[in-house]
């Protein structure tokens, strides 16, 4: 079975200053790895995804992340942040060929003006 | 190509009531997936239907059941309501199960609260 734990629940930043949102995984098998963003009152749009090739991956909205299989991780990162990025961020991963997507808790982004 | 889209937007019931919460999938969309968000806690897994059989469950119990249709459109119900059904229920449809991965795409949820 696969789980996701995000290890920061909220995380102030001040506007323009770089962000990396923490995300560790564990699974048996190998995985999808995703990134989700939720603004408030709204459903869940995605950010990036890792599927192979390539750890770095790039994304909407200036977002990137990188995966680290030896360390089993795949933080988030953007280089600076705008008032606009206020949001929860969810990382989740999925089974390759299994649609069920098992997300983290959520990262709570606070920018600072 | 209209998105992913649920009613009612929100919801309130009484314990032990029974709702049913409805998903029109996008447009070229067979699969239909439903998560429960809990206030401060990430999207759990329900379960998925795939051109209208079950595919795929979470941990959650038989009163928690589903449909879908031959549009793809699809229903989740969710019999003896207990408080802490209280929750965001997301939809999210996708293409053909048969692809390595098919990205889903999500509605905006129905909020449901149980009084």
């Known amino acids: 079975a696969q789980s996701v734990t995000q290890l920061d629940s909220q995380v102030p930043v001040f506007e323009e200053a770089p962000v990396e949102l923490r995300c560790n995984y564990s699974?048996?098998?190998?995985?999808?790895l995703f990134w989700y963003v939720q603004y408030p009152n709204q459903g869940l749009q995605l950010l990036l995804k890792y599927l192979s090739g390539s750890t770095l991956v790039k994304g909407i909205n200036g977002f990137e992340a990188e995966f680290n299989k030896s360390q089993t991780s795949f933080h988030l990162r953007k280089p600076s942040v705008h008032i606009s990025d206020t949001a929860e961020y969810f990382c989740?991963?999925?089974?390759?060929?299994?649609?069920?997507?098992?997300f983290g808790k959520g990262t709570r982004l606070h920018i600072l003006p | 190509e209209t998105g992913v889209t649920q009613s009612p937007t929100h919801l309130i019931k009484t314990r032990g009531q029974q709702v049913t919460l409805r998903c029109s999938s996008q447009?070229?969309?067979?699969?239909v997936s439903w998560y429960q968000q809990a206030l401060g806690q990430g999207p759990q897994f329900i379960f998925q239907?795939?051109?209208?059989?079950?595919?795929g469950r979470g941990n959650f119990p038989p009163r928690f059941s589903g449909l879908q249709f031959p549009n793809y459109s699809s229903e989740l119900n969710v019999n003896a309501l207990e408080l802490d059904d209280s929750a965001l229920y997301l939809c999210a449809s996708s293409g053909a199960v048969e692809r390595a991965y098919n990205e889903q795409f999500f509605g905006p949820g129905t909020r449901l609260t149980v009084l």
């Open positions: 699974s048996s098998v190998s995985v999808y």
């Open positions: 239907y795939y051109r209208e059989e079950e595919n």
């Open positions: 989740a991963v999925s089974e390759i060929r299994d649609d069920k997507i098992i």
């Open positions: 447009s070229g969309h067979n699969t």
